[in-house]
């Protein structure tokens, strides 16, 4: 039997993602529609004899549960929460709930981190790792020399591929394969972390003997209990013949900021195409909008059929798109409003927000650039034309009753013109926007 682990952090990690996590927890923000760990638990459901899936994470408990309990019957497998009382990295996290992932006497534990965006070819790597017969092996991939250093780099041996040297985010340049977060282990590896914490409580030990001044450096230290798998596990294995690799060629991304939050949602909807056409809109029917390319719109979204949307654009539950409204590579999240000839083009459309008529939120479409993309969070925006002279005023403003209670007239035609800009919730703003991070 197998048992499936997601490790998805807590408040004080993802904080790059902001502030889309300020509203939701990041592995709940929908990509393709689905909240984000959606896609790592039905990759799940593809294995064979899967018992159990478990999210690890320091969230509060509340904040899973309705999501975990709607996907444990929807997927009719069961999906648990596990809160860790505080941080002991993605090792230690897993080590603390050593009892309950073994409760299923799985041959084998498959564990992923939830901020990576992939096809998640687990079935293949099961059979390979078999082959193997290692402890571990690792999905790994090649990306481009310059953005190797963001993650583990590892060199494998090309005929065995097994692991032979890992470091993790590397000063200087190792190879251009790297650990994508993704792992399929034999119960074995929780002798491997208990081997790690054992020799950090005797190096513990020994300095708070040796000298008052190393006492002093060891508390600043990481916690005894804190493991991390990729330092503390496959570095020091690497080469033991213990670690094996399996090379996905298929797409593989990591999701850290929103601009890459939009590519993997795009990633994710041409997945759609092969896995659950069904999720995407289809565009037939004189009642539905032109859609281009893939799209997923809400059951309980409005849109207008005159409006044209696509390709990737998701649209969440009770969003309204207008009349002659044209998105374009964007994510419309809840209770959104677009209205009549509004255009959104490389942006994420934050809860709540609404967009007036004849607007344009807009990014360059670079999601790697930190303004590449334009992101409102619960974002009003408008625009005065006085008499025949194209004046744009940009108000933003964040929360509607402070502007009724201003007492302003409300007579205001609805145009509005944004720019590679990251609007936070609960500001009000009168001047223009391009460029800009407003805070
Ligand atoms: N439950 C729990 N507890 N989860 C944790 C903890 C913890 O203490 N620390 C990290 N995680 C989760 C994160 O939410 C994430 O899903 C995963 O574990 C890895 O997070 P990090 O340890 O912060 O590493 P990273 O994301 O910067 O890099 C890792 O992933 C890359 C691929 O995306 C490394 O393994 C890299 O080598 C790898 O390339």
């Not at 929908?30 to 899967?50: K, T």
């Not at 690792?138 to 591929?161: C, H, M, R, W, Y």
Request: net charge neutral; hydrophobic share 40%; glycine share 6%.
């Amino acid at each position: 039997r197998v048992v499936a682990v997601i490790m998805v952090g807590g408040p004080t990690k993802g904080t790059r993602f902001r502030p889309l996590s300020l509203n939701v927890p990041k592995p709940l923000f929908p990509l393709a529609g689905q909240p984000m760990v959606h896609h790592p638990i039905s990759a799940c459901r593809r294995i064979p004899n899967l018992a159990q899936i478990y999210l690890i994470g320091f969230y509060e408990e509340r904040e899973f549960a309705l999501y975990v309990s709607s996907i444990s019957n929807e997927l009719r497998i069961p999906v648990r929460y596990l809160r860790e009382d505080k941080p002991h990295g993605s090792a230690g996290g897993l080590y603390s709930f050593r009892d309950y992932i073994m409760e299923d006497s799985p041959s084998h534990i498959v564990l992923l981190n939830c901020d990576v965006c992939s096809s998640f070819p687990l079935p293949d790597m099961l059979e390979a790792h078999k082959k193997y017969g290692g402890m571990g092996t690792l999905l790994v991939n090649k990306v481009s020399a310059e953005s190797a250093n963001q993650f583990g780099e590892l060199v494998a041996d090309p005929e065995t591929n097994e692991l032979l040297h890992y470091t993790e985010k590397p000063e200087t340049f190792v190879s251009d394969l790297i650990n994508c977060g993704v792992y399929i282990f034999t119960p074995n590896i929780f002798s491997a972390i208990e081997d790690v914490l054992k020799q950090k409580k005797d190096r513990a030990n020994l300095r708070r003997v040796s000298s008052f001044e190393a006492l002093q450096s060891a508390t600043k230290a990481l916690p005894a209990d804190f493991v991390r798998l990729d330092q503390d596990i496959l570095s020091p294995l690497a080469g033991k013949k213990e670690l094996y690799t399996y090379q996905t060629l298929d797409f593989w991304e990591q999701i850290k900021t929103p601009g890459m939050s939009l590519r993997c949602s795009g990633l994710y909807l041409s997945q759609f195409r092969r896995t659950s056409p069904h999720l995407l809109a289809s565009g037939d029917g004189k009642r539905t909008a032109t859609i281009v390319g893939d799209v997923y719109i809400h059951p309980s979204a409005k849109v207008h059929p005159t409006s044209k949307i696509g390709p990737n654009v998701s649209i969440s539950a009770n969003a309204r798109v207008g009349a002659g409204a044209r998105l374009i590579n964007c994510i419309i999240l809840d209770d959104v409003e677009i209205m009549e000839n509004a255009v959104v083009i490389h942006s994420i459309v934050g809860w709540k927000s609404s967009i007036g008529k004849w607007s344009r939120v807009q990014g360059e479409g670079d999601h790697n650039a930190k303004l590449g993309i334009t992101i409102l969070g619960k974002t009003q925006t408008r625009r005065f034309t006085v008499s025949h002279t194209e004046i744009f005023v940009i108000i933003l403003f964040l929360e509607l009753t402070s502007y009724i209670n201003t007492g302003e007239a409300v007579d205001v035609e609805d145009e509005v013109v944004v720019v590679n800009s990251i609007v936070l919730p609960n500001k009000t703003l009168n001047v223009s926007v391009q460029e800009e991070i407003i805070l």
